[in-house]
C-alpha cells in the first residue's frame, strides 16, 4: 500500500471514469435517444462534462441543452434504458492499470465495492462484460440508495454492507462528487487523473492522494 493513514480495511470504487471509460457508450446512447425524439444531436464534451452524477441528472441536462422541454424526460428515460441495455460496454474500454490495480487491491483480501452513480443492472453487466465482476464483494448503484454522491449515505450504507468503518474504508473516484461524498462520510479518498470531473483540473479536488493508474495505489 502507498504510504498513507489510516491502514485501509475496505474500498469503494468507482465505476464511469474510475474503472471504465464510458463516455463512448454515453455519446452513442443518447445520439439514439435524441434521434429517436427527433431532437437535435449533443456535443461528446457537453456529454463529457455532465455525466457523474447520475443517469436522470444527465438526461434532463441534455433535454435542456438541445431544447428538449422537461415534460419529456419520460419518454427520454424508457428510450435511454432501452438503448444503454443494448449497447452497454460496446464503446468502452477497461482503462490502463485497472486490472492490475484491481488484483493487487484483491490480494490485499480486503472487502471491496464497486459504488457508482450509474443505475445498478448496468453497472453489474458492464462489469461482467468487461471481466471486472469478480474483484468486488458488492456492486452498488445509483438506484439502490434514497441518495446519490455526492451525498455521503452510499458511502455509509456500502461501510456497513462491507461491515468496515467509514474512517479506514477508502473511496477511489474520478470527481469531486467522489471526494464530496468521501469527506463529508468521513472516509479517505484517493482520485485518478484521467476521468470525468465536470472539466475542473483533478489536482485541484481536495484528496488524500492522486493517481495517474489504478495499480499505482498498492505497490507491486
Known sequence: MT??????TGFMIDLDGTLVDTL???VVVLAHVLDDMGLPGVSREFIELTIGQGSEHLIRSVL???????DRYEQAWALYQRHYERLNGHHADVFPGVVEGL??????GLP???????PAAFARELLKRKGLDR???RVFGGDDFARKKPDPLPLLKTCEALGTAPATTWMVGDSSNDARAADAAGCPVALVSYGYNHGQPIREVPARIYLDRLDELVQG
Open 3 to 8: 504510504s498513507c493513514h489510516p491502514a485501509p
Open 24 to 26: 463512448g457508450d454515453f
Open 64 to 70: 435542456t441543452e438541445v431544447g428538449g422541454t422537461q
Open 103 to 108: 488484483t493487487r487491491l484483491r490480494a490485499l
Open 112 to 118: 471491496m465495492a464497486c459504488l457508482t452513480n450509474k
Open 135 to 137: 474483484y468486488f464483494d
